[in-house]
């Protein structure tokens, strides 16, 4: 995808108006008919649906990282499931992909990596992160297409809809789950999401004894235990960022291990 996105200048732009215009559709449809198939009911039983929907966000967080890789078998599910997915987070797979390639290729650049954590604070760093990924996809973009008048309006259309997506993604699932569900379902969903993702990045590039920020392999301790069982070996960053073919990147240590020295993928390149 960030081949397309830097041959084609309208390549983002003309999927964000696809999914707007469906979004648009099927929230009218929601209204219009006052279809109501997976609204709740208030019970004390409906509790047991927030651990469900906590587990729910990682498992498809998971999936939609390695939709973004291909990774998913056979590959026409990347799509389908990366889509999916994406709609859940209110992401876009197109966007996220050309942002998570720039991610692997320029790792923990300050300039070009769409979020490094440059020694933040994890709070700095999820408010930080969504403001420097436009920034860097944008910044790839003029290098690209160019900086004249056309493509500066072409840019700040494609994050005027990029919102405005998100926005009509978060009606839709508000619209279909009606206010209790959207309450006890989608929104821990989300947040185990949105939350799981960013300590994952964030805790995977952090300073090492030296002081020199590295990718990090994260285990042992029973909360990454327990994180990388519910995220296919998501903590496993070093090893996904040195073998991104693998849907569970602790598959991969074993390759890592016959290795004569493990590289090391610091942010001192770059100082």
């Known amino acids: 995808m ?24 099927l929230n009218f449809s929601l209204v219009y008919f006052e279809l109501s198939f997976l609204h709740f009911s208030w019970n004390l039983g409906l509790l047991l649906i ?15 990282h390695n939709a973004s890789h ?24 197109r966007c996220f992909t050309v942002g998570h390639m720039l991610h692997h290729k320029h790792t923990d650049h300050p300039t070009l990596d769409p ?15 969504r403001q420097s990924t436009i920034a860097v996809i944008s910044q790839f973009y003029f290098k ?18 990029y919102h405005l997506l998100s926005l009509s993604k978060l009606a839709f699932w508000f619209l279909l789950f009606g206010w209790l569900g959207f309450l006890l379902l989608y929104l821990p969903s989300f947040l185990s999401y949105f939350f799981g993702f960013a300590h994952l990045n964030y ?11 590295t990718i990090h392999d994260r285990d042992g301790k029973l909360f990454y235990r ?16 040195l073998y991104p073919g693998f ?12 290795r004569k020295q493990l590289p090391k993928l610091r942010i001192a390149r770059y100082e």
């Open 247 to 258: 849907y569970n990147p602790s598959k991969a240590r074993p390759k890592i291990a016959v």
């Open 70 to 93: 291909g990774n998913i078998k056979p590959r026409i599910l990347n799509s389908l499931i990366g889509e999916l997915t994406a709609n859940l987070s209110l992401e876009d797979l």
């Open 226 to 241: 327990l994180m990388n069982m519910l995220t296919a070996g998501g903590y496993y960053h070093k090893s996904h960022h």
């Open 144 to 161: 690209k297409h160019g900086v004249a008048a056309a493509q500066k309006r072409n840019v700040k259309l494609q994050i005027g809809i």
């Open 203 to 213: 805790i995977s590039h952090q300073p090492d004894q030296s002081g020199e920020v």
């Open 115 to 129: 979020h490094p954590p440059q020694r933040m604070t994890f709070l700095q760093f999820i408010l930080n992160s």
């Open 2 to 25: 960030l081949n397309k996105f830097s041959k084609d200048p309208n390549y983002l732009i003309r999927y964000f108006l696809l999914n707007l215009g469906i979004f648009t559709l």
């Open 50 to 64: 927030i651990p469900i929907a906590l587990v729910l966000g990682l498992v498809s967080a998971t999936a939609f």
